[in-house]
């Protein structure tokens, strides 16, 4: 799994999510959330049903609660008359008895008293005083919702592993479980580095700038199932991006915000190398080229590039992999646009651009201003992906967008 | 924009829509919240940029900060010399004087020193001694991230009503923003109706089921920007049910789930009449044809089926883009996933049917079950829309599944 690369040779876009993928693993942890909280974890535990939904025969219909065998060979022209003997009340036990040639006004959601085995819609009856005159046969368990039919008692209809949607938390629901056992979600360190990065809301000069990074990493990390924490800036000096990387390895993932000069790469380099093991340097990606990941002390630490627009797309590209991967979150599936080009556009061969684009009726506009301006990504409705071998693309050409929203 | 409608006349879905997307209103209400919990919200103001991004011209590359007019001419074989008079700190407002004739080491992200306009990238020098050999001239504002370039001081880079997503986020902590205001998220009262319905977590007997429309529904809520708040399960006498009404009535959307018996349908007919008028009653789809929507005291009130498959298709369909609105969310664009039908499906002429699938591989395979099954959504990976005047589907048929993740 192990693959040191130099920031000389660059490592493809695929080859770099195998290697990430290769060495994150699924949190273990787990923790019991109430079902108000449920909703997108993911379960740690098997669901056995501790009884059957519905637990017995219910109607699934109006209409009178009968014995399917009394109502053969009945007709408009050849009615066959039944006793009405009672009525079932919802949310009760029943206590009406049901013997042969009789039946029971019944409604939806209650349960079939003794001695019958299907209901009778009203549409296909008249009632005549005490007597239900029946103009059509049903078969046994017409317009009855088994016992079990929804779910069997024993049987398991939630899986470890399965992430709770609404429906699966009615299913929780249905079985009267209060609260469930799900996995913890991972806890990311977002360590924003760089000697020129000040804190939001802290006062700067002129030469220095707020750190964009820590905020949309934390913004990808929180909507891709993960817990992060921003660290507070580090200067970029080898002491103290060791010491912050040090207690940053108390927790699951460490994403480290770069600063962008070439000495601070280097050092993220040495120092990572000398750490741990790096699995590559540089990707095959634009922008997002000076990417670094390694393995410290069985933990990855990613080192994405300072520059916001990069970071935040190999944030898209390969951090939300690793983070649902850890979460135990399914693949992500962005809504995609498909629309024509509204110019030419100029690529860079040999690397996979990324291109953030908005979408403005059909046309899909290139929004990209530069790695280093936020609103490249900001002032974009999703991005395209050119592959590698393309370096032109023409006004027109149809194009597949990854929409944000 | 009134249209009474019985249950005999079913509503149209388009209709439907259009009559609750004609009585709901966008919440006007706001809050301040930090940049942490700002993501997924909506802005409810606009975001002026006090300063520009870059605040002043900076390096966009690392090399040496020169003037471009002394780069005229340069190549490799007739390169030009400039004096090295000192470097650039990152984080530092630069001390160096730079002249004619001179340059600053520079990296990236540091302020360009005075009397600069352009960074010469490594590559296209040579260091000898306290001289820089250029081999390559530079065109005014090369390698150089202008100040504004990003953000104009002045200008307005997020609007009231846009989403924050990570890379809005960007743009905040770019501008030292730490918190913002944004609309609050809709107030949605959920009530569960029946006799038969019993909290989950309390003891029941054989008659009475566990409220599962309540937690689905609060799903779909919390999922689409909006705070549900579960009442406890109201009997469906006119009495409590008005009771319940009218305190759920302090909230910004109502949802009743209902119990299905034809007796509560009527009650909740005329008890919406009596308070308010009814937009519509029964919609062509299956299932969920008995949904109610009305308008009490300016609130939209809608009354959900009591299948739990049938409440939370109508929820994805009806109540979905409601509380988008409220929340002022862009619509939601599901991922969609085209496969063939695994086997031939017969639908209901006359309405739109919601049909629960699993997808298997190029497959797309009926999930559905009934409507009071709530794993005919739970084991369903998406939905199909089959429409009106169709009423049956080959195998083998292509189909678009909106998928629930």
Known sequence: MTSVKTFGRLTSMEEALRLVDGNIRPINRSETVPLAGATGRV?????????????????????????????????????????????????????VQVTPGQCALIS???????????????ENTELAGNQVVVFRPVYEGESVAA??????????????????????????????????????????????????IAKVGSPIDDARVYDINSHTLASV???????????????????????????????????????SSVGERDMM???????????????????????????????????MPGHPTSCLSNAYLLLMPALRKMARLPTRRPATFKGKLSRRIVSTLGRKVFMTVRVEGEEVEPAFKESSA???????DGYIIIPENVDTMEKGDEVEVHLFT
């Not at 399965?162 to 990311?188: C, F, N, W």
């Not at 936020?374 to 974009?380: H, L």
Request: charged share 25%; glycine share 10%; aromatic share 4%.
């Open 43 to 95: 379960l740690a535990q098997d669901v056995v049903a501790p009884f059957s939904v519905p637990r017995r025969d219910r109607a699934a219909m109006d209409g009178y609660a009968a014995r399917a065998a009394d109502t053969v060979g009945a007709s408009s022209s050849k009615p066959v008359r039944l006793r009405l003997v009672g009525s079932v009340r919802i949310g009760e036990i029943p206590s």
């Open 108 to 122: 939806t959601g209650c349960l079939l008293p003794k001695g019958t085995d299907s209901v009778i819609m009203h």
């Open 221 to 259: 990390v929180g909507e891709n199932g993960g817990i992060p924490e921003i660290f507070d800036p580090v200067p970029d000096t080898r002491e103290d991006l060791f010491r912050a990387l040090n207690s940053a390895l108390e927790h699951d993932l460490v994403i480290v915000a770069g600063g």
């Open 269 to 303: 380099y040495e120092l990572l190398s000398d750490l741990g093991r790096v699995l590559f340097h540089g990707v095959q990606i634009k922008p997002g080229k000076p990417t670094i990941c390694s393995v410290v002390k069985d933990r990855v630490v990613m080192g």
């Open 374 to 380: 936020i609103t490249s990504m900001a002032d974009a």
């Open 147 to 196: 016992a079990g039919s929804d779910i069997r008692t024993g049987s398991t209809p939630l899986r470890e592993g399965d992430m709770i949607t609404a429906a699966k938390l009615g299913v929780l629901a249905s079985l009267g479980v209060e609260s469930v056992r799900v996995y913890q979600k991972p806890r990311v360190a977002v360590i924003p580095t760089g000697m020129e």
